[in-house]
């Protein structure tokens, strides 16, 4: 089956990085495209970023954009997402997710999520 | 950016009742159009893709229906299981965007 696992999550200060990883299985990992989508606490959903299935191409949310880098590994099959100069509004749980086809439709499989807090 | 709208924001029902729950886009998503559920402290689950196609396992009893720019989730018999935050999303344009969501109370 299917299993998406998030690490990497923490409390940071503003400013300062952190990268997350999502290790995937149960699928060819290489043949879909693969998101980050982000969940406030108490709030809703937010698409955060895209990576195509051969890593040829990503898409990014404007207010991350330059601040974030998606990535990934075929060969480990895993995505990743360097996240510098945090803010407080980048708090959230951040889930990886996969997609549908090679890349930006929805979502058939997601993560359990990793928890960013940054605070100082 | 498209704007997803849902409405109401919240629902309280009791089990076999239908709902109807709405979703509006700023502009036209033809039919790229997904819904998800969401039950407190898991992840959301795809129930519905391409506006109206259920996704493996849904059940029957949830549909979902329209195009453009005005969506609707129905579900036919509303059951003890099917509390949760529902969202819809729309694939057709970037940045894909999700509406702020409907939250289904069972009475």
């Known amino acids: 089956q299917v299993q998406l696992v998030e690490s990497g999550g923490g409390v940071v200060q503003p400013g300062r990085s952190l990268r997350l990883s999502c290790v995937a299985s149960?699928?060819?990992?290489?043949?879909?495209?693969m998101h980050w989508v982000r969940q406030a606490p108490g709030k809703g959903l937010e698409w955060v970023a895209v990576?195509?299935?051969?890593?040829?191409?990503?898409y990014y949310l404007d207010s991350v954009k330059g601040r974030f880098i998606i990535s990934r590994d075929n060969s480990k099959n895993t995505l990743y997402l360097q996240m510098n100069s945090l803010r407080a509004e980048d708090t959230a749980l951040y889930y990886c997710?996969?997609?549908?086809?090679?890349?930006?439709?929805?979502?058939?499989?997601w993560g359990q999520g990793a928890l960013v807090t940054v605070s100082s | 950016e498209i704007l997803m709208t849902q409405s109401p924001a919240t629902l309280s029902l009791s089990p076999g009742e239908r709902v109807a729950l709405s979703c509006r886009a700023s502009d036209s998503v033809i039919s790229d159009l997904a819904w998800y559920q969401q039950k407190p402290g898991q992840p959301p689950t795809l129930l519905i893709y391409?506006?109206?196609t259920r996704a493996t396992g849904v059940p029957a009893r949830f549909s979902g229906s329209g195009s453009g720019t005005e969506f609707t989730l129905t579900i036919s018999s509303l059951q003890s299981e099917d509390f949760g935050v529902y969202f819809c999303q729309q694939y057709n344009m970037w940045p894909l965007t999700f509406g702020g969501g409907t939250k289904v109370e069972i009475k």
């Open positions: 997710a996969k997609d549908f086809g090679y890349a930006g439709t929805h979502f058939d499989y």
């Open positions: 990576m195509w299935f051969d890593g040829s191409n990503a």
């Open positions: 391409g506006a109206s």
């Open positions: 149960g699928f060819t990992f290489g043949s879909y495209g």
